[in-house]
């Protein structure tokens, strides 16, 4: 029996994304800040900002700020740290070497006689934290000594569960639990790593204290290397602080370049990379120290400060999409499909596309540079509707539905 194969010609509006930015500052005159120093901040699912600095705890939520006062703070404080998971918080204080469980209303002394320079939440059972000779994982009440590496100062844990860190001075190099130091060549034998995330298609990035942000393919550690010599924004790099993922899996790094450029903002989209200038937007400063940075659900980014009276930065990057109204054809067969979608970009260039269900879950997300026919995999896709959207070369989006039989 023949099958007829129809094409589909379809008539889809386009959207052309403009961008602008936003800038605020929030110090202990304008805000609830309890001071201009912050050691550290973290951001909850709900947007709520928690900052740590040696006065004590400030926490911004739904635009009202709130201080905390407890005994930790009754015998000072030194090198606070904080990590948030829901609406609880785990604080370490450095002066007295304890860790405190707590929300708002209500503390306890979690940890006795262990300082975390780093601190990250797995579940309300399950911690991971470093001091300054060691990793160790809190789980069940239960403390255990994991690693022996000085200097750790980011720790990562996998959506797979293998636990991952970057360590500086002494301890130089990025670690595999279990495994030990990455080789990462002569090169980069001495690499000071201070951060690393995985992004959503399961890439480990990490920075150096140098001038080098480094894609690693934790399967075989594979990695390529973004840096003066090959990417145009690195050319004045003189330290990378911190770096973030944003739900767009966007990549964004904290920068300090000498002066006159200052310190920037670095986002890449797998495609190309963008600077923002920090800089430009404090004139009045010749230099301050940018300390980490944290993205909210809603994609604003806030970056703590250390040693001036600037205090804590919020940056935003918002994203209009004006239609075109250009009526571009762009074929898309079969559709209904059941193997495979075939999308003829009819002479255009795209960087990327997602998939998502009709409950708005991305279900595939790639990044690329596509022309001519992209032939789409739909095998292991449930039957059902689906949305397609296609990212082109000029920052057009194309969305279109899609029919999985």
């Known amino acids: 029996m023949k099958k007829l194969l129809i094409f589909i010609i379809i008539s889809i509006s386009t959207f052309t994304a403009t961008y602008s930015q936003s800038w605020e500052f929030f110090n202990t005159d304008n805000s609830g800040i309890l001071s201009n120093s912050i050691n550290s901040l973290d951001v909850n699912t709900d947007g709520h900002i928690y900052l740590s600095t040696n006065e004590g705890i400030s926490i911004l939520k739904n635009g009202e700020w709130f201080y905390l006062d407890n005994?930790?703070?009754?015998?000072?404080?030194?090198?606070?740290?904080?990590?948030?998971?829901?609406?609880i918080f785990y604080f370490s204080n450095g002066k007295i070497n304890r860790i405190y469980k707590g929300t708002t209303s209500n503390w306890e002394l979690y940890i006795e006689n262990k300082n975390a320079m780093t601190l990250e939440v797995i579940n309300h059972n399950y911690l991971l934290f470093s001091d300054r000779n060691n990793l160790y994982s809190f789980q069940n009440n239960s403390l255990t000594k994991l690693d022996n590496v000085q200097f750790i100062n980011d720790?990562?844990?996998?959506?797979?569960?293998?636990?991952?860190?970057?360590?500086?001075?002494d301890g130089y190099g990025l670690y595999k639990q279990g495994v030990g130091?990455?080789?990462?060549?002569e090169k980069y034998e001495y690499s000071e790593v201070p951060s690393l995330v995985e992004d959503k298609d399961n890439f480990i990035w990490f920075s150096d204290y140098s001038r080098s942000l480094f894609k690693l393919n934790a399967e075989n550690n594979n990695y390529e290397v973004f840096d003066n010599t090959n990417t145009a924004v690195f050319e004045f790099v003189k330290s990378?602080?911190?770096?973030q993922i944003d739900s767009s899996n966007n990549i964004w790094a904290l920068v300090r370049n000498p002066l006159p450029k200052g310190s920037t903002l670095l986002k890449y989209n797998h495609k190309e990379w963008k600077e923002y200038n920090i800089q430009e937007q404090l004139p009045e400063y010749e230099f301050f120290i940018l300390n980490s940075f944290v993205i909210d659900?809603?994609?604003?980014?806030?970056?703590?400060?250390?040693?001036?009276?600037?205090?804590?930065?919020?940056?935003?990057?918002?994203t209009t999409s004006v239609e075109t109204n250009e009526n571009d054809l762009v074929s898309i067969y079969p559709n209904p499909a059941s193997?495979?979608?075939?999308?003829?970009?009819?002479?255009?260039?795209?960087?990327?596309?997602?998939?998502s269900d009709i409950k708005g879950n991305i279900v595939e997300n790639k990044h690329g540079n596509y022309s001519g026919q992209m032939n789409i995999n739909l095998k292991s896709y449930p039957t059902g509707t689906y949305i397609i959207e296609l990212t082109l070369t000029n920052n057009q989006k194309i969305t279109n539905k899609l029919m999985k039989e």
């Open 297 to 318: 659900k809603y994609n604003n980014i806030w970056i703590a400060t250390i040693g001036n009276d600037i205090g804590l930065i919020k940056f935003n990057e918002t």
């Open 339 to 355: 193997n495979q979608l075939t999308i003829d970009l009819q002479g255009k260039q795209a960087i990327g596309y997602a998939i």
């Open 181 to 185: 130091k990455i080789d990462l060549g």
């Open 240 to 243: 990378i602080y911190d770096i």
């Open 71 to 87: 005994e930790a703070f009754k015998q000072g404080v030194e090198l606070p740290y904080i990590s948030v998971l829901d609406s």
């Open 155 to 169: 720790i990562l844990y996998r959506n797979n569960g293998e636990i991952w860190f970057g360590a500086i001075h």
